[in-house]
């Protein structure tokens, strides 16, 4: 289980796991978890547009990822979490998809792969472009932290200061779509949403403070990515089942703790 391919599945698992923790906490906080979702899903009509040229699908993902998210935040309107610029963004993705496969008779098994995940067939050529996307999302994140916890808990205080709301929503969204990249080729689009969105919603149901969330964010994705691996691994079940109900279980013993200790906090 940890030797030959193996080794590069385990590896590009961990990458992808930290990154949507820590990029899966400012989209649960911002509200964005409609544009998480419709990202990745979005996306892989790039891949199928790189798949035709010949090109690494990785760069075809990263430049429908970042064009998405482009759209999203120039045309969105933040104090009505954009929804409906999101829905239209993904709709015309969807359509370029559609129309990319259409036209290749050989893109089923890959097109499956990028709904679904393909961890198990990661190369050693694949963990660079992963790794250098994931170090340049983290990278950027780091840079932002302070406005992008500021516009993201204060916003009116955030204006109030000069900070433009708009521009840092702009900057998340492409962050976003960089992590997007590098993590639809290991769980895929589809079940890229449960482990950003899982992990970030059960460590914030615990917990109010950001880095402590945060922390634990990453914590539950490395452990759901794990454990999906392994029971994938021994069962032969497909990977993102176990992936979307695990995500989903943490979220759920999440809730359970904040309710149990709600009262006692009010008691205390």
């Known amino acids: 289980m940890f030797s030959g391919l193996m080794l590069n599945t385990w590896i590009a698992a961990s990458l992808v796991a930290v990154i949507a923790g820590i990029t899966g906490y400012f989209a649960v906080l911002r509200g964005s978890t409609f544009a998480a979702h419709a990202i990745p899903n979005g996306a892989f009509a790039g891949a199928a547009g790189a798949s035709l040229l010949g090109i690494n699908v990785i760069w075809g993902l990263a430049v429908f990822a970042v064009?998405?998210?482009?759209?999203?935040?120039?045309?969105?309107?933040?104090k009505a979490r954009h929804d409906v610029v999101t829905a239209l963004t993904l709709v015309v993705m969807l359509g370029l998809g559609a129309l990319f496969v259409s036209v290749s008779s050989q893109y089923a098994e890959e097109t499956y792969a990028l709904l679904f995940g393909?961890?198990?067939?990661?190369?050693?050529?694949?963990?660079?472009?992963?790794?250098?996307?994931?170090?340049?999302?983290?990278?950027?994140?780091?840079?932002?932290?302070?406005?992008?916890?500021?516009?993201?808990?204060?916003?009116?205080v955030a204006a109030a200061r000069g900070v433009s709301t708009r521009r840092v929503e702009l900057y998340f969204l492409i962050v976003m779509a960089l992590a997007?990249?590098?993590t639809v080729p290991v769980v895929g689009a589809l079940?890229?949403?449960?482990?950003?969105?899982?992990?970030a919603a059960a460590a914030r149901s615990v917990t109010a403070r950001p880095g402590v969330a945060m922390a634990l964010s990453v914590a539950i994705a490395l452990a759901t990515v794990w454990l999906s691996i392994a029971l994938s691994y021994q069962t032969n079940w497909p990977l993102g089942f176990f992936v979307g109900v695990i995500g989903a279980g943490f979220y759920l013993v999440g809730l359970a703790a904040r309710r149990v200790a709600a009262p006692r906090a009010a008691a205390g």
Do not use: K, Q, Y
Not at 73 to 78: F, H, P, V
């Open 67 to 78: 064009g998405g998210a482009l759209g999203i935040g120039a045309l969105g309107d933040r």
């Open 180 to 182: 997007t990249s590098m």
């Open 118 to 156: 393909e961890v198990f067939g990661v190369s050693r050529g694949e963990l660079l472009p992963i790794g250098g996307l994931g170090i340049a999302a983290a990278v950027a994140i780091g840079v932002a932290f302070r406005p992008l916890m500021l516009t993201s808990a204060l916003p009116e």
């Open 191 to 199: 079940l890229m949403f449960s482990l950003m969105i899982g992990p």
